[in-house]
Nanobody
Framework: QVQLVESGGGLVQAGGSLRLSCAAS????????IAWFRQAPGKEREGVSC????????YYADSVKGRFTTSRGSAKNTVYLQMNSLKPEDTAVYYC?????????????????WGQGTQVTVSL
């Protein structure tokens, strides 16, 4: 069974931090690029970050650069998105996605697997 499961979302005040986790099962993340996408109400889905499978290079959307950090965890098949200095405009459902291909900017060319999403809400 191939699954990606996100966790760590919640409600936080502006300026606060959250760490999202993505745990893979049924396959290994070793040779996949992992991208975080977000979907806000009334807005298009946008790529937030991507970490390469080749060399762990990371890429970020301009809107989150300097505030968010994505990394592969020490535990196998785990990826994190550390979100600092959160803003209300960061409010969205965040999805962990993977592709057996290079990152395409802060996202992916296409998505092989989607997680179920985790809600992040940033209040004033």
């Amino acid at each position: 069974q191939v699954q990606l499961v996100e966790s760590g979302g919640g409600l936080v005040q502006a300026g606060g931090s959250l760490r999202l986790s993505c745990a893979a099962s049924g396959f290994t993340l070793d040779y996949y690029a992992i991208a975080w996408f977000r979907q806000a109400p009334g807005k298009e889905r946008e790529g937030v970050s991507c970490i390469s499978s080749a060399d762990d290079s990371t890429y970020y959307a301009d809107s989150v650069k300097g505030r968010f950090t994505t990394s592969r965890g020490s535990a196998k098949n785990t990826v994190y998105l550390q979100m600092n200095s959160l803003k209300p405009e960061d409010t969205a459902v965040y999805y962990c996605t993977v592709e057996n291909a290079p990152c395409l900017g802060a996202g992916l060319r296409s998505v092989d697997y989607w997680g179920q999403g985790t809600q992040v809400t940033v209040s004033l």
